[in-house]
């Protein structure tokens, strides 16, 4: 069993995973600044709810867009387990050919999610992750990642559009009963909700078109925010929400050594 931990500009996320099971994937606020007990805290705790002896776990991976927490989690972890930390980043041996203008440059997030969709997914592969950004990667049918997109999340959208404006007022992510609102709250959603699903729909069909994978090709989604989306979108979705998990331990895997 192995802690796989994602580090995100929002949360971090923390699972115990091997190859028989996902025991838990949890997440926590990401804070920069709070002190490396109060996450040593955290954690023993959610190993305590799941009934998960630190002793069990044999080592640890994690994948981080958050550089300044990278030091303070993984001392974090060592306090309540004893194992170093690996992390997802430059010489990391990840299996896959990436061929981009600077490969070392490719998100820490894009490589995982590429990584545990190979793991169970018959390439050519999209995935798509909804966090704080949306991302699109792209797997060819030789397993080589090719690039992807990177555009606005759900939440960083509202935030934006909320706190860019003098009387639009903070809303909940709830679905509008129709894609026409008949009041400022409706129509807000209805942009949210619909608005970022056609968006990502959109730019799937420009990405199949533009590289012939229309009538093969698997799309793979996780995040948080999949399944509010999901229902809306048009394009024939795989929903994995431990994505992430099984990717860290593949890596994990790759590296132990």
């Not at 060592?78 to 981009?100: D, P, Q, W, Y």
Request: proline share 5%; hydrophobic share 40%; aromatic share 4%.
């Amino acid at each position: 069993m192995i802690l796989a931990v994602d580090i995100a500009n929002t949360t971090i996320s923390i699972g115990c995973i091997d190859h028989r099971k996902t025991y838990f994937w949890e997440r926590l606020t990401t804070v920069i600044g709070k002190p490396n007990l109060e996450y040593a805290i955290a954690l023993k705790s959610i190993l305590e709810i799941y009934h998960i002896n630190p002793s069990e776990i044999q080592g640890a991976m994690i994948c981080s867009v958050v550089p300044p927490l990278n030091r303070t989690i993984a001392e974090a972890i060592r306090k309540i387990t004893g194992v170093r930390s690996h992390f997802v980043g430059a010489g990391i041996k990840t299996g896959l050919n990436i061929r981009m203008d600077n490969p070392r440059a490719v998100g820490s997030d894009m490589i995982v999610n590429t990584v545990g969709s190979l793991e169970e997914h018959k390439p050519p592969i999209v995935i798509v992750d909804m966090g704080t950004a949306t991302t699109i990667s792209v797997v060819d049918k030789n397993s080589n990642f090719i690039g992807g997109c990177i555009l606005p999340g759900l939440r960083l959208s509202l935030d934006a559009l909320t706190n860019g404006t003098a009387q639009l007022p903070k809303i909940s992510l709830e679905t509008p009963r129709r894609a026409i609102g008949r009041n400022t709250v409706e129509s807000m959603q209805s942009g949210i909700i619909y608005g970022h699903a056609s968006m990502i729909d959109g730019m799937l069909s420009r990405v199949m078109a533009e590289l012939d994978f229309s009538d093969e090709a698997s799309i793979v989604a996780t995040g948080g925010l999949v399944k509010l989306l999901l229902p809306h979108m048009k394009h024939r979705i795989i929903y994995d929400p431990t994505l992430m998990l099984k990717g860290l331990l593949a890596l994990y895997e790759k590296n132990a050594q």
